[in-house]
C-alpha cells in the first residue's frame, strides 16, 4: 500500500486514526494491539505471503533478545549473538542477493537458478537491520525486558516499516507507553507534514522521472551515446528525482506517525546544502548512517588503528551500505565512489589542517559536493534497470559507462541524439530548475515546522540551521490552512497516476 494512494490516504489511515482515537480511554494494551494489526494489514497489501517472513522474524530476534537479555556479556550470550545476527543476515542474504549471484554466474557461461526469480519481501533491509541493532543492545544490556506487543509495534509501525527510518528501540519504546494528547497537539502538523510531502512526491519528484526515465532508458537501449549536456541533465535530473521522492516519504512518514502522537527519528535534512561529502552523510539517510557508524564502521576499529584502517573501514562500511541499498553491481560501484570521496575529504581535510590552509568557501563547497554526488547517482539509477524495468546487468553497467563517459567529455562535447531532443529542449528547464532553487535556498520542512518538534533531531549530529525569520515558521493560523489546502489541490491535479516510491524496492 503507498503512501501516494487514495487507498491509503482516504481509507486506511483514516480508520487506524479513528479506531485509535476512539481506544485511547481503554487500556493501553488495546491502542498497541490495534497499531500492530493494522500494520500488518498495511505490510500484507503488498503480498500477504509474506507476512509469515516479517512474523518469523520478529518471534525469532524477540527470543533472540530476551535470552541475550538473561545473558549480557558472557560467553555463551556472545555466541547467541552470533547465532542471531547470522540468521538474520541469512535470511537477508538470501532473499535480496542470491538473485545477484545466480545472475552474475548466469552471465559467466553457467546454467540460469531458480534464485534469480526470488521476489523480494517489502522492507526486509529496514526491518533486519532494525533488529539487529537490537539484538547487538541486548547483548550490550542496553534494553529493557519489552513486552512482545511493544515489540512488534516496534518493528512494524507502518509509517516507517516499508522504507525507514530504520528506528532505535530507545528511540520508540518509551514513546509507545505515553497517553495520546488530543488532535489540537498533532493534527494539524501531522497534516501539513503529508500535505508538503505529497507535493515533494508527486509535483516534484514525479515530474523529474519524467526527464531522467528516458534519458537513462536511451542511454541503456540507444544506437549513440548522450551528449555531455543530455548526460549532466540525466544525473542531475535523477538527483533531483531521489531527493524529492525520499524527502516527500520522510515527510510523510513523519506527518503518519504524528497521528499518533509518536515522533520518528529526523531521516533527512537537506543534503545537497552540505559543504562535503561527510557532511552529506549526515543528512542523507540519516539513521542509515548512524546505523553503519555505530554497528559496523565503529566494531571494524574505525579511526582510532591508524590512518591506513581508518581508510579501509571508511572503504568497508560504504561497499556494504552500497550493497544494502541494491542486489546488483551498480549499487556496489555507487558505495565504493562515496567510500572514495569520503576517504579523499579526510585526507585533504587532514592536509589542510597540517597546512594551516582555511576550508574551501561553503559556496564552492556546496557546488563541489554537490557535482561528485551527481555523479555518483549514474549507477545507482543505472541499477534500477535491474530492479525496476526488468534489465539486465550488462545493461546497468553500459548505461553507467556510457553516462558517466559522456558527463566528462569522453564520448565528445557535440551531438544531439534526435529521441532525447525533446525531453532536454523544452521539459528539463522548467521542471529542474525550481527544483535545484528549492534544495538549495528554501528551508527545509524540519525547519519550516520547528517551533512544534515534528521530529526526534539527532542532537549528536549537526543541527540543521534554524528558519531565518522565525515569524514565517509554520503555525496552526488560517493563511497556512490556506496554503496547505492549495498544496493539496496542486496534487490533486498531477493524482493522475500512482508511483511507487524509490526506497520500496530497497
Given at each position: 500500500?503507498?503512501?501516494?494512494?487514495?487507498?491509503?490516504?482516504?481509507?486506511?489511515?483514516?480508520?487506524?486514526?479513528?479506531?485509535?482515537?476512539?481506544?485511547?480511554?481503554?487500556?493501553?494494551?488495546?491502542?498497541?494491539?490495534?497499531?500492530?494489526?493494522?500494520?500488518?494489514?498495511?505490510?500484507?497489501?503488498?503480498?500477504?505471503?509474506?507476512?509469515?517472513?516479517?512474523?518469523?522474524?520478529?518471534?525469532?530476534?524477540?527470543?533472540?533478545?530476551?535470552?541475550?537479555?538473561?545473558?549480557?556479556?558472557?560467553?555463551?550470550?556472545?555466541?547467541?549473538?552470533?547465532?542471531?545476527?547470522?540468521?538474520?543476515?541469512?535470511?537477508?542474504?538470501?532473499?535480496?542477493?542470491?538473485?545477484?549471484?545466480?545472475?552474475?554466474?548466469?552471465?559467466?557461461?553457467?546454467?540460469?537458478?531458480?534464485?534469480?526469480?526470488?521476489?523480494?519481501?517489502?522492507?526486509?533491509?529496514?526491518?533486519?537491520?532494525?533488529?539487529?541493532?537490537?539484538?547487538?543492545?541486548?547483548?550490550?544490556?542496553?534494553?529493557?525486558?519489552?513486552?512482545?506487543?511493544?515489540?512488534?509495534?516496534?518493528?512494524?509501525?507502518?509509517?516507517?516499516?516499508?522504507?525507514?527510518?530504520?528506528?532505535?528501540?530507545?528511540?520508540?519504546?518509551?514513546?509507545?507507553?505515553?497517553?495520546?494528547?488530543?488532535?489540537?497537539?498533532?493534527?494539524?502538523?501531522?497534516?501539513?507534514?503529508?500535505?508538503?510531502?505529497?507535493?515533494?512526491?508527486?509535483?516534484?519528484?514525479?515530474?523529474?522521472?519524467?526527464?531522467?526515465?528516458?534519458?537513462?532508458?536511451?542511454?541503456?537501449?540507444?544506437?549513440?551515446?548522450?551528449?555531455?549536456?543530455?548526460?549532466?541533465?540525466?544525473?542531475?535530473?535523477?538527483?533531483?528525482?531521489?531527493?524529492?521522492?525520499?524527502?516527500?516519504?520522510?515527510?510523510?512518514?513523519?506527518?503518519?506517525?504524528?497521528?499518533?502522537?509518536?515522533?520518528?527519528?529526523?531521516?533527512?535534512?537537506?543534503?545537497?546544502?552540505?559543504?562535503?561529502?561527510?557532511?552529506?552523510?549526515?543528512?542523507?539517510?540519516?539513521?542509515?548512517?548512524?546505523?553503519?557508524?555505530?554497528?559496523?564502521?565503529?566494531?571494524?576499529?574505525?579511526?582510532?588503528?591508524?590512518?591506513?584502517?581508518?581508510?579501509?573501514?571508511?572503504?568497508?562500511?560504504?561497499?556494504?551500505?552500497?550493497?544494502?541499498?541494491?542486489?546488483?553491481?551498480?549499487?556496489?560501484?555507487?558505495?565504493?565512489?562515496?567510500?572514495?570521496?569520503?576517504?579523499?575529504?579526510?585526507?585533504?581535510?587532514?592536509?589542510?589542517?597540517?597546512?594551516?590552509?582555511?576550508?574551501?568557501?561553503?559556496?564552492?563547497?556546496?557546488?563541489?559536493?554537490?557535482?561528485?554526488?551527481?555523479?555518483?547517482?549514474?549507477?545507482?539509477?543505472?541499477?534500477?534497470?535491474?530492479?525496476?524495468?526488468?534489465?539486465?546487468?550488462?545493461?546497468?553497467l553500459a548505461a553507467t559507462r556510457s553516462i558517466l563517459a559522456s558527463?566528462?567529455?569522453?564520448?565528445?562535447?557535440?551531438?544531439?541524439?534526435?529521441?532525447?531532443?525533446?525531453?532536454?529542449?523544452?521539459?528539463?528547464?522548467?521542471?529542474?530548475?525550481?527544483?535545484?532553487?528549492?534544495?538549495?535556498?528554501?528551508?527545509?520542512?524540519?525547519?519550516?515546522?520547528?517551533?512544534?518538534?515534528?521530529?526526534?533531531?539527532?542532537?549528536?549530529?549537526?543541527?540543521?540551521?534554524?528558519?531565518?525569520?522565525?515569524?514565517?515558521?509554520?503555525?496552526?493560523?488560517?493563511?497556512?490552512?490556506?496554503?496547505?489546502?492549495?498544496?493539496?489541490?496542486?496534487?490533486?491535479?498531477?493524482?493522475?497516476?500512482?508511483?511507487?516510491?524509490?526506497?520500496?524496492?530497497?
Amino acid at each position: 500500500m503507498l503512501f501516494n494512494s487514495y487507498t491509503f490516504l482516504l481509507l486506511f489511515l483514516p480508520l487506524t486514526v479513528v479506531v485509535f482515537m476512539l481506544l485511547r480511554r481503554a487500556p493501553y494494551r488495546a491502542g498497541v494491539c490495534w497499531l500492530v494489526t493494522m500494520s500488518l494489514v498495511y505490510y500484507g497489501w503488498w503480498n500477504p505471503a509474506d507476512l509469515w517472513i516479517i512474523g518469523a522474524s520478529c518471534i525469532g530476534n524477540f527470543l533472540f533478545g530476551r535470552y541475550l537479555a538473561g545473558h549480557k556479556g558472557s560467553g555463551t550470550g556472545k555466541a547467541m549473538l552470533t547465532f542471531g545476527v547470522t540468521a538474520n543476515l541469512a535470511l537477508l542474504g538470501y532473499y535480496k542477493y542470491a538473485g545477484l549471484f545466480a545472475k552474475s554466474f548466469a552471465a559467466l557461461g553457467g546454467e540460469t537458478s531458480t534464485f534469480a526469480s526470488i521476489a523480494l519481501p517489502l522492507g526486509i533491509s529496514f526491518f533486519t537491520f532494525q533488529q539487529v541493532a537490537y539484538l547487538v543492545d541486548a547483548f550490550r544490556g542496553e534494553t529493557e525486558e519489552y513486552h512482545f506487543t511493544d515489540y512488534l509495534l516496534f518493528v512494524t509501525f507502518f509509517p516507517q516499516l516499508v522504507a525507514g527510518p530504520i528506528v532505535h528501540h530507545q528511540e520508540m519504546m518509551p514513546q509507545f507507553r505515553k497517553p495520546w494528547t488530543g488532535w489540537h497537539r498533532h493534527f494539524p502538523v501531522a497534516l501539513g507534514f503529508l500535505a508538503i510531502g505529497m507535493f515533494k512526491k508527486v509535483v516534484i519528484a514525479d515530474n523529474a522521472a519524467l526527464v531522467a526515465n528516458p534519458l537513462f532508458h536511451f542511454a541503456a537501449h540507444g544506437d549513440r551515446p548522450l551528449t555531455i549536456i543530455e548526460a549532466w541533465i540525466a544525473a542531475t535530473s535523477y538527483g533531483l528525482q531521489i531527493y524529492f521522492d525520499f524527502s516527500g516519504y520522510s515527510d510523510m512518514a513523519i506527518g503518519a506517525a504524528r497521528l499518533f502522537g509518536i515522533r520518528l527519528p529526523v531521516n533527512f535534512a537537506s543534503p545537497y546544502k552540505s559543504a562535503s561529502i561527510t557532511e552529506f552523510w549526515r543528512r542523507w539517510h540519516i539513521t542509515l548512517s548512524r546505523f553503519l557508524r555505530d554497528y559496523l564502521y565503529i566494531p571494524l576499529g574505525g579511526n582510532r588503528r591508524g590512518k591506513v584502517r581508518r581508510y579501509g573501514n571508511l572503504l568497508i562500511t560504504m561497499l556494504l551500505g552500497g550493497l544494502w541499498h541494491g542486489a546488483g553491481w551498480t549499487f556496489l560501484i555507487w558505495g565504493g565512489l562515496h567510500g572514495l570521496f569520503l576517504c579523499v575529504h579526510h585526507a585533504w581535510s587532514a592536509f589542510r589542517k597540517r597546512a594551516g590552509r582555511a576550508p574551501l568557501p561553503r559556496p564552492l563547497g556546496i557546488a563541489l559536493t554537490f557535482l561528485v554526488v551527481m555523479a555518483a547517482w549514474v549507477p545507482f539509477r543505472a541499477g534500477s534497470l535491474e530492479l525496476a524495468d526488468s534489465g539486465t546487468t550488462g545493461q546497468a553497467l553500459a548505461a553507467t559507462r556510457s553516462i558517466l563517459a559522456s558527463m566528462f567529455g569522453i564520448e565528445g562535447l557535440t551531438g544531439w541524439p534526435e529521441k532525447a531532443n525533446r525531453i532536454v529542449a523544452t521539459a528539463a528547464p522548467l521542471r529542474l530548475l525550481p527544483a535545484l532553487l528549492a534544495c538549495w535556498f528554501l528551508p527545509n520542512t524540519q525547519e519550516f515546522f520547528r517551533r512544534y518538534r515534528p521530529a526526534l533531531f539527532d542532537h549528536t549530529r549537526d543541527s540543521p540551521p534554524r528558519f531565518p525569520n522565525r515569524r514565517l515558521q509554520w503555525r496552526p493560523t488560517w493563511p497556512y490552512a490556506l496554503a496547505t489546502v492549495l498544496l493539496i489541490i496542486a496534487v490533486g491535479l498531477q493524482f493522475d497516476k500512482v508511483s511507487e516510491f524509490i526506497y520500496f524496492q530497497f
